[in-house]
């Protein structure tokens, strides 16, 4: 009797073991732990090519420095990002997805959220955002009705309630006071001038807003 009870034994703590670790398993955090409804989600920028050369003149942050952002959308069906991205336009990306993409491209993402008393904008940026996703990626970063970059698609989210403004864009490299040299041949391949002055939006310039809090980066 005494192998049977001791297989018996065996068997139950086996088991034990197995619920205990299936319980620790359904605990771990999902990409959406700890994020609300309305979050922005920042990618932070590369220091080379078109990210790099947005930042080089963008960036007011020591300690930061992004070249797109995304609002997060949570309901009973999910957790999405509305966003304008140069692959798909404005679209509507699962969170999951949307992480995995920046992960890929060795980017990281850091979440901030709206000050308490700016909160009750949050319903009609994402019913908004919803409302233009479908259009072209905006190439030339210079505003038009038919087609978004990213910063723009948020400051147009949340314009009715002008939580960011458009401010005159510039493209002058801080080191040497000249017009970044990315930005020469960029606009001159497309036949037009740099849009120096002309009223737009940045990442950068949006995540430095006083009505925005810092809250995590996502791992």
């Known amino acids: 009797m005494r192998p049977i009870l001791k297989r018996n034994n065996f068997v139950l703590l086996l088991s034990a073991a197995i619920f205990i670790l299936s319980l620790i398993t359904s605990c771990k955090s999902t990409p959406a732990s700890g994020l609300e409804n309305g979050d922005l989600l920042f990618v932070t920028a590369k220091e080379t090519g078109l990210s790099g050369a947005i930042n080089n003149v963008t960036q007011k942050q020591k300690s930061a420095s992004f070249d797109h952002i995304g609002i997060l ?20 990306q699962s969170l999951k997805d949307f992480l995995k993409d920046q992960a890929d491209d060795g980017q990281r993402v850091v979440v901030y959220r709206l000050k308490p008393q700016y909160k009750n904008t949050i319903p009609a940026a994402i019913s ?92």
Not at 162 to 177: A, H, V, Y
Request: contains cysteine; hydrophobic residues 30%.
């Open 73 to 92: 959308e949570k309901n009973n069906t999910g957790s999405f990002v509305l966003h304008a991205a140069p692959k798909g336009g404005s679209q509507k």
């Open 128 to 219: 908004k955002a919803n409302s233009i996703l479908g259009k072209p990626y905006n190439f030339n970063y210079i505003l038009d009705e038919s087609s978004y970059y990213c910063s723009d698609f948020i400051e147009r989210a949340f314009r009715e309630n002008q939580i960011f403004r458009l401010e005159p864009m510039s493209f002058i490299d801080p080191k040497t006071g000249k017009t970044n040299l990315f930005w020469e041949e960029f606009y001159r391949k497309k036949n037009l001038k740099v849009p120096e002055g002309k009223p737009g939006c940045n990442p950068n310039g949006l995540a430095a807003s006083d009505k925005l809090k810092r809250i995590m980066e996502l791992k």
